[in-house]
């Protein structure tokens, strides 16, 4: 039976940790449980905000296992299995994840073959993935690391004449190829999600089924109302989608991202979260604690606006 890959709203989950670097295992229920009141769509487990390339793979798997059990089948769950040694233990990857319930397995595009391989070469590759797993529901992610390879009009064409690919994490920030991939999905159901905030009302005017990106970690309820409201409440659309380009350079700070994201979190929304990130040099210092109270403030008083005009509809 085909999963159902939603439109709408897919936060890039993070994962809470310790100060000693181990996973917080109630604050990833906690953090999960926060998404879904948000009212996303669905999931997108262990990427790469998730900081899955810093894990080993038993963490990965049991992060998606913990995020599929509190999900509980309320909103669908796709998993990564990026970073993994080689074919066969990304192939093991998939069949644990998908085992778990997650709705779909993610692989990176980048992770197949090396930089600088043709388009030839990652079929063939990703043909003995494709024997291999049988019809498992599989998506992609052109995931900018280690390197960025994104889904070519060669790459296009084969990945919709397969049923098994259900879903897309699209990140050429550009509207054009957006719209050729989104057009491609339609024959086979593939379903392209945006990694862009900053275009993203236009990009659903092209066809593109939702949104995946760092902002659904920080606001996803105004993304969700982007989304619902474009079609009978244009004016509200066009303010949100003014607020996500003003706003971006709120989680696009890379020094501090995802550490930032989960200072705002628990600053914002209460969430019992640390803010400690695995990655080189992602801190949350001073600075960040400054300009966190002051956007919690703005993000609230702009929330509250869109309250009101949504309330008028």
């Known amino acids: 039976m085909r999963k159902n890959i939603s439109d ?5 989950m993070l994962t809470p940790f310790e100060e000693t670097g181990r996973i917080d295992w109630r ?49 669908p769950v796709v998993a990564g299995v990026m970073g993994a040694a080689d074919c066969s233990e990304r192939i093991r990857m998939v069949r644990q ?4 319930g997650a709705d ?9 073959v090396p930089e600088g391989a043709g388009d030839e070469l990652w079929i063939e590759e990703m043909e003995q993935h494709l024997k291999e797993l049988a019809g498992a529901p599989l998506g992609l992610y052109e995931c900018p690391k280690p390197y960025h390879r994104r889904l070519t009009p060669l790459l296009t064409e084969y ?9 897309l994490k699209e990140t050429s920030g550009d509207l054009t190829e957006m719209e050729r ?16 905030a900053v275009t993203l009302r236009e990009a659903l005017d ?25 079609r009978e409440n244009p004016e509200l659309a066009d303010r949100l989608q003014q607020f996500f380009i003003d706003y971006n350079w709120a989680v696009g700070l890379q020094h501090a991202y995802p550490a930032g994201a989960k200072l705002y ?49």
């Open 104 to 112: 779909a397995a993610v692989m990176t595009l980048c992770d197949l």
């Open 159 to 167: 990945v919709t004449d397969r049923s098994e690919f259900l879903f």
């Open 27 to 75: 604050g990833l229920e906690l953090l999960t449980e926060w998404y879904i009141s948000q009212g996303v769509h669905g999931l997108f487990s262990a990427c790469l905000s998730s900081e899955s390339l810093h894990l080993c793979c038993a963490d990965k798997l049991e992060m998606v296992r913990r995020v599929v059990e509190v999900a509980d089948k309320r909103v």
């Open 265 to 313: 979190l628990k600053k914002a929304h209460g969430l019992n979260i640390g803010s400690f990130s695995l990655l080189n040099g992602a801190s949350a210092g001073e600075k960040e604690e400054r300009w966190t109270d002051e956007l919690v403030q703005t993000v609230r008083r702009f929330a509250e606006k869109t309250d009101d005009a949504l309330a008028t509809v």
């Open 206 to 230: 092209r066809g593109i089924n939702g949104f995946s990106g760092l902002q659904a970690n920080v606001w996803p309820s105004l993304l969700v109302k982007l989304f619902e409201c474009r």
């Open 8 to 12: 709408g709203v897919w936060p890039v």
């Open 181 to 196: 991939k989104s057009r491609a999905g339609k024959k086979s159901g593939l379903k392209i999600f945006t990694a862009s």
């Open 97 to 100: 994840v998908i085992s778990f």
